[in-house]
């Protein structure tokens, strides 16, 4: 079993639409969570990081964490074409900084 | 602004030859950098921590006199693939560390070796 699951994709939504993007993970040691956006053929860009359970919010963007369901959550409200790029779950330990990452889903908004 | 920067963005190379590319960061003093490898629709894969004057620590499988990384100085980190084979062919993306676990990460390079 990985450390930590994401559903590749890829996911087609039309523009306006509410997109969910989802990880589970096995290692309880896993302190905070972090979602990069990737787009293709470049490298990944910090959009949400988190420590504890619960929300937070910033612009259209939410994350979710449920530690006791070891589950993650990234919400896309308003999407928009330009959002459509491959999103990266992400989580560390306190191990000097060192992450694992989800697999990636591909989001496609189409205008 | 980009925090961290990569070069080359994409080298062709023949089999045989050894690829320099190198990772610097823009405006931070990084003691820590981390080297991945993306293969297509796959997520990224660490290979190495390198560590600022002393010697990187390999994940399992990577092969050290293969990856050669240097860390000489706080902005800058260099891997190195020696003896490039065509399935060393991959997007290599390095990240510094900021704080105790927020990365950022430079635009990669695309390796192709023919």
């Known amino acids: 079993q990985k450390e930590v699951e994401q559903d590749p994709g890829p996911l087609s939504v039309p523009e306006g639409a509410i997109v969910s993007l989802n990880c589970t993970y096995s290692?309880?040691?896993?302190?905070?969570f972090m979602w990069y956006r990737q787009y293709s053929r470049k490298g990944p860009e910090l959009l949400m990081y988190?420590?504890?359970?619960g929300n937070k919010e910033d612009g259209r963007f939410t994350a979710q964490v449920d530690k006791s369901s070891k589950y993650i959550s990234l919400f896309i409200r308003d999407s928009q074409p330009s959002d459509s790029a491959t999103y990266l779950c992400?989580?560390?330990?306190?191990?000097?900084?060192?992450?694992?990452f989800g697999q990636g889903t591909e989001l496609s908004v189409k205008p | 602004g980009a925090v961290v920067s990569q070069h080359p963005s994409w080298v062709i190379c023949k089999s045989g030859t050894s690829v320099k590319i190198e990772c610097r960061s823009l405006?931070?003093?990084?003691?820590?950098m981390f080297w991945y490898r993306q293969f297509p629709k796959q997520s990224l894969m660490l290979m190495a921590t390198?560590?600022?004057?002393?010697?990187?620590?390999?994940e399992q499988g990577v092969e050290k006199d293969k990856f050669l990384i240097n860390h000489a100085s706080l902005t800058l980190s260099t891997l190195t693939v020696t003896s490039a084979h065509p399935e060393d062919s991959s997007f290599y993306i390095c990240?510094?560390?900021?704080?105790?676990?927020?990365?950022?990460f430079g635009p990669g390079t695309r390796l192709t070796v023919l």
């Open positions: 992400a989580m560390g330990s306190n191990q000097g900084g060192k992450l694992i």
């Open positions: 290692n309880s040691a896993f302190q905070y």
């Open positions: 990240s510094e560390v900021r704080g105790t676990d927020t990365q950022y």
């Open positions: 405006d931070f003093q990084a003691t820590t």
């Open positions: 390198s560590n600022e004057g002393s010697k990187a620590t390999y």
């Open positions: 988190t420590y504890s359970s």
